[in-house]
């Protein structure tokens, strides 16, 4: 048996879709599992829609993810080949020049009464290169086309239902379908996994492997589209569908590489949490649904939270830094004082970017009061509150029983609960009604921070 050969070909858009990573993830692990091969392909012949640095993210987000190649092509640089595979398919006879115009091609259609779409008008002209034409493929009237597909059980499709599609355009450069399969093609592709917009157009893609001789055919899956909590198809407008917009709200690689394999596939037990080595091991293209895929953003993040929690304190304090250090007042972060915290924030986060707002207090010259939570709580008996914690923080042991029993005490004297006596002190210390443990944090801060906290916060009142 050759050895598979598998590939992620993404069109540069400006980010990596979470449907186009759940691609290149079956890939991977199909390759990763046989042995095989993964190719990272980049389809970027459309001139005007590129960017350079669309693809440097698109790679780096791939990286991110884990998911290594093992070889690279780009087919802005292939050009030759797919003029070359053009003139093969015109010597073959596969293929003819047509002159007509969009509106011709149009007004047409309208006069038959039937579908729009291409006559074969110029089909048997004989016409030459020239201005203003287009290469068609000469598509079989007869027979069909069956797509070797394991998810979709091998759909066929009528000859006659395919219109003599363009290949090259009128300016010589090649359609998207013909240098889609040549690359495939030329690269011995042994399986096409991509999403189940590219269907419709594989019988075209497989009548022109077949007349460039490229022999047997690969084994698709087309996987089904991504749907939100209203089975609605994932949008870039209305859900957040880029790979980044995760990686910057601080969830972990390992973790989205599991929610996404999880996307119409499992194990088959039910079991949901699965390592990387696990997935090698255990994904099948042949065991993935055909029914749309639901991206579950409320099960991610109870993924993500319960991963977090499960990190060492070390590599939790290791993971939250970069996001620390992106905070505004990063140059007064300390590392030391962090790590104090670092154990009961890591118990209270679902993200790593809601680290950065419930340690800030520690950094901060003064808290950021939150105006909701100041209103909230700063009435009624938060004056005596305040004065009665005053006076007793002055002296207290500085350790959290110490702190909360004094607390306790004036929260009695006032006939409140801790919970209720506690949450004026929050605020005037931390800004808002929640953050880590209370008692903790003042440890943190030192009893001078706090008792200048607790004043200001008294004399606003
Ligand atoms: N370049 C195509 C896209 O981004 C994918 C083509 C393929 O996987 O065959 O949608």
């Not at 691609?23 to 392909?41: E, H, I, P, Q």
């Not at 791939?62 to 797919?82: A, H, K, T």
């Not at 499992?266 to 090698?280: Q, S, V, W």
Request: proline share 6%; hydrophobic share 40%.
């Amino acid at each position: 048996m050759v050895a598979p050969r598998l590939r992620f070909a993404p069109s540069p858009t400006g980010f990596l879709h979470v449907g186009g990573a759940r691609s290149a993830l079956y890939n991977w692990l199909t390759a990763r599992r046989t042995g095989g091969a993964f190719v990272l392909r980049i389809e970027d012949t459309d001139d005007e829609r590129n960017r350079e640095e669309w693809v440097d993210d698109l790679a780096d987000a791939l990286r991110w993810l884990g998911l290594d190649w093992d070889e690279y092509y780009r087919q802005s640089s292939r050009g030759d080949l797919y003029a070359a595979a053009a003139r093969q398919l015109e010597e073959s006879g596969h293929t003819y020049w047509c002159e007509c115009t969009r509106e011709a091609i149009d007004a047409r259609a309208k006069e038959r009464g039937g579908p729009p779409g291409y006559d074969g008008f110029c089909r048997d002209r004989d016409l030459g290169p020239g201005d203003g034409r287009v290469v068609r493929f000469r598509t079989p009237r007869e027979g069909a086309t069956v797509v070797p597909d394991v998810v979709r059980g091998n759909p066929s499709f009528e000859n006659s239902t395919i219109e003599d599609f363009v290949l090259v355009r009128s300016n010589g450069k090649a359609m998207f379908i013909l240098a889609n399969a040549v690359d495939d093609g030329d690269m011995r592709m042994t399986h096409v996994v991509r999403g189940e917009e590219h269907l419709p157009n594989t019988p075209k893609y497989l009548l022109l492997w077949d007349a460039l001789g490229y022999g047997e055919h690969p084994v698709f899956a087309h996987l089904p589209l991504l749907v939100n909590e209203k089975r609605q198809k994932l949008s870039k407008r209305r859900d957040p569908v880029a790979v980044e917009q995760y990686r910057e709200e601080g969830y972990l690689p390992d973790v989205m590489v599991n929610f996404l394999a999880l996307i119409g596939w499992g194990p088959g037990d039910g079991r949901e949490k699965l390592t990387r080595e696990e997935l090698i091991a255990e994904f099948r293209l042949e065991d993935v649904g055909s029914s749309p895929g639901f991206f579950d953003v409320a099960k991610l993040r109870s993924f993500n939270g319960d991963a977090i929690r499960a990190l060492s304190a070390a590599d939790f304090v290791a993971a939250a830094l970069p996001f620390l250090e992106r905070a505004p007042w990063s140059d007064r972060l300390d590392r030391t004082t962090f790590e104090r915290i670092a154990p009961l924030v890591q118990e209270r986060v679902a993200v790593l970017s809601e680290v950065v707002p419930m340690v800030d207090f520690l950094f901060l010259d003064e808290p950021e009061i939150e105006q909701a939570s100041w209103d909230k709580t700063m009435k009624g008996d938060a004056a005596g509150v305040l004065d009665g914690v005053l006076a007793a923080y002055e002296s207290v042991t500085w350790e959290p029983d110490a702190l909360k029993d004094a607390l306790t005490a004036v929260g009695e004297a006032a006939g409140l609960k801790l919970a209720k006596a506690q949450a004026p002190v929050r605020v005037a210390v931390t800004g808002r009604t929640v953050g880590p443990p209370l008692f903790e944090s003042l440890e943190v801060l030192g009893r001078d921070r706090v008792l200048a906290r607790l004043r200001a916060a008294r004399s606003r009142l």
